[in-house]
């Protein structure tokens, strides 16, 4: 699949396409190129320089270089369209060469510097490394801020938030929703020590980390959510179905978060790097 906003963050290019090496492919030591992948292969070499044919059929134009990621290493691997009609792109995986993923990791290419990079990691890594969510710092800062009266601290707890959310706006989710969980209303709080009121937590579906990447306001009510501190630690942290769960629900109760930045579903999936990698 092609590459999305969290790869544009993390690799830098968004020219580029991930999937997952099936254990056939890794057993056969190639893989046929698909949708993206064989787009961003074409459009990189040009169609009209990949081999038609076997590999030793005309083994200088079969040969391709990219730069293996993260280090750059410049390595060789062979391209080819092995039948004619040109309907299949076949790579071939090579341990000689340099590249030649596991069964179930996810293998990338992306074009950064006039270069066509390739690599691998397993699925959990990759997850890892390309969920959005992980890197707000602040977050406890800013949940401690919506809970105290006292002006000073709340001064100097907003100085310390890196994404200088407005601690009003939601206040003032919390309030419209009643001080209720907005994923099921009928889970149970605790009143706050200082307020005296359920205490709730502010989750920006669209999470506010993003906000460097792009103009569009994020801290805005559509995308604030009211979650009780059980939801908003499972949508951070929890498995794959639990949290495309909360996330579909929260979609549902307020369509209007899709327009912010003109996300589908599986977008916000991706930005908590829960979508099906195919
Ligand atoms: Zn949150
Ligand atoms: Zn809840």
Not at 83 to 99: C, D, I, M, Q, V
Not at 174 to 198: A, G, V
Not at 230 to 245: E, G, P, S, V, Y
Request: charged fraction near 25%.
């Amino acid at each position: 699949m092609k590459f999305g906003i969290s790869q544009k963050i993390k690799f830098g290019s968004d020219e580029g396409s991930y999937s997952i090496v099936t254990e056939r492919e890794h057993f056969d030591s190639q893989i046929t190129a698909t949708d993206s992948e064989a787009e961003l292969l074409l459009n990189f070499f040009g169609r009209e320089n990949i081999n038609i044919g076997n590999v030793a059929s005309d083994k200088a134009k079969s040969g391709k270089n990219f730069k293996l990621s993260p280090q750059g290493k410049s390595i060789t691997l062979n391209l080819v369209f092995p039948k004619p009609n040109k309907t299949e792109l076949r790579l071939y995986l090579s341990s000689t060469a340099g590249f030649k993923p596991e069964p179930n990791f996810v293998w990338f290419m992306f074009i950064k510097n006039g270069d066509l990079w390739i690599g691998s990691m397993p699925e959990a890594d990759w997850r890892n490394e390309n969920s959005i969510i992980i890197y707000d710092e602040s977050e406890e800062i800013y949940q401690d801020s919506l809970a105290e009266l006292d002006e000073i601290k709340i001064t100097n707890l907003k100085a310390r938030d890196v994404f200088a959310r407005d601690r009003n706006l939601a206040i003032k989710r919390i309030q419209l929703e009643k001080y209720t969980c907005e994923y099921d209303p009928s889970h149970n709080l605790f009143d706050s020590r200082h307020t005296k009121l359920p205490y709730l937590e502010a989750h920006h579906l669209i999470p506010i980390s993003l906000q460097k990447e792009i103009v569009q306001k994020l801290d805005v009510i559509e995308n604030i959510f009211s979650l009780c501190p059980f939801c908003h630690r499972a949508i951070h942290h929890a498995n794959i179905d639990l949290t495309r769960k909360i996330i579909n629900r929260l979609v549902d109760k307020r369509p209007q978060v899709t327009g912010i930045i003109n996300l589908q579903i599986v977008d916000f999936y991706r930005l908590y790097s829960v979508e099906d990698i195919c």
